[in-house]
């Protein structure tokens, strides 16, 4: 991050949009993954007048972003709020950033689409000032990119539709049909993220869960069992929480599905926070497959991460 920044302060006056854009796009990937690692170099970038320069930047070039220049730079500013904590967008960047997304929505291409969707479920400052034909535009424009999304795209998307109530209010049964297709299309490239997300959209969807076909249910109960061994704390309460409320996709787990998802609550039992711990109990209670599945030692574990 030390060179992006210091790109910053020794060139960033002669800067135009593309290199703004860039800049923050280049400055979040190279950030750090670990959730302490996040809080150091929150706390670090808040101080940094050079940061606060970029921001600036941002400002300055904004109204001449492309729709590839919008989506990269609000998926980095994100980043930089929600999980580093490191800037507040102020009203007025909110109102140009969302003003500026609409504009461009009719030419994003699936990427931009998802990741805009995604960061403006993020950013409640920038989703408040969109209007309601901007939320038109954003809506048609993921209905009309679904059949190009890539797996991560597709989940990041619907989860964003079930957070943002202006955009899920404007797609379309055309819209919703063609993501859930999309969904049939890519779960068996899924990560265990991707699937735990999509299910837990489509328990919020609902027109988007009634246009799932029972092979694509079967498709993403095979991708849950597919990847349970590799999934966190958190996704493990979010699949099992969703799979209580979805029954097309509960009724196509096999047998051994259930058991790796019973070893899943209860090899990630000990890094669960209490929501996640009180999601899978309350599941497991609703599961009963799962629950037959979950071992002594499981339930003992379980019990201990509740304490």
């Keep these: 991050m030390e060179d992006i920044l210091g790109l910053v302060e020794s060139r960033g006056k002669g800067f135009d949009f593309i290199h703004v854009a860039n800049a923050m796009n280049k400055l979040v990937m190279k950030g750090p993954r670990s959730k302490d690692g996040r809080e150091l170099e929150g706390k670090r970038l808040r101080l940094d007048p050079r940061f606060a320069q970029l921001i600036d930047l941002v400002r300055l070039h904004c109204h001449k972003f492309k729709e590839r220049a919008i989506a990269n730079v609000l998926h980095a500013l994100a980043v930089f709020q929600a999980d580093l904590d490191a800037v507040t967008i102020d009203e007025r960047l909110a109102a140009q950033l969302g003003a500026i997304a609409e504009r461009e929505a009719r030419k994003m291409n699936e990427q931009n689409v998802a990741n805009t969707l995604n960061a403006l479920s993020k950013l409640e400052a920038v989703a408040t000032t969109v209007s309601s034909s901007g939320w038109a535009e954003l809506a048609q424009a993921a209905g009309r990119m679904a059949r190009e999304m890539n797996p991560q795209g597709v989940a990041n998307t619907l989860n964003a539709l079930s957070k943002l109530e202006a955009a899920t209010a404007a797609v379309t049964p055309m819209g919703w049909a063609g993501l859930a297709q999309a969904v049939e299309r890519t779960a068996r490239r899924m990560t265990s993220q991707d699937v735990a997300n999509t299910l837990n959209a489509l328990n919020k969807l609902e027109a988007a869960e009634a246009a799932v076909s029972p092979p694509g249910w079967a498709g993403l109960a095979e991708a849950a069992e597919r990847t349970a061994r590799e999934m966190n704390p958190?996704?493990?309460?979010?699949?099992?929480?969703?799979?209580?409320?979805?029954?097309?996709?509960?009724?196509?787990?096999?047998?051994?599905?259930?058991?790796?998802?019973?070893?899943?609550?209860?090899?990630?039992a000990r890094g669960m926070n209490p929501q996640d711990v009180a999601n899978t109990l309350n599941a497991l209670t609703k599961l009963e497959a799962a629950k037959a599945a979950v071992s002594p030692p499981g339930w003992a574990g379980l019990a201990q991460a509740e304490e």
Aim: overall charge neutral.
């Design 234 to 268: 958190h996704n493990v309460a979010n699949t099992l929480n969703a799979l209580t409320k979805l029954e097309a996709a509960a009724a196509a787990v096999s047998p051994p599905g259930w058991a790796g998802l019973a070893q899943a609550a209860e090899r990630t």
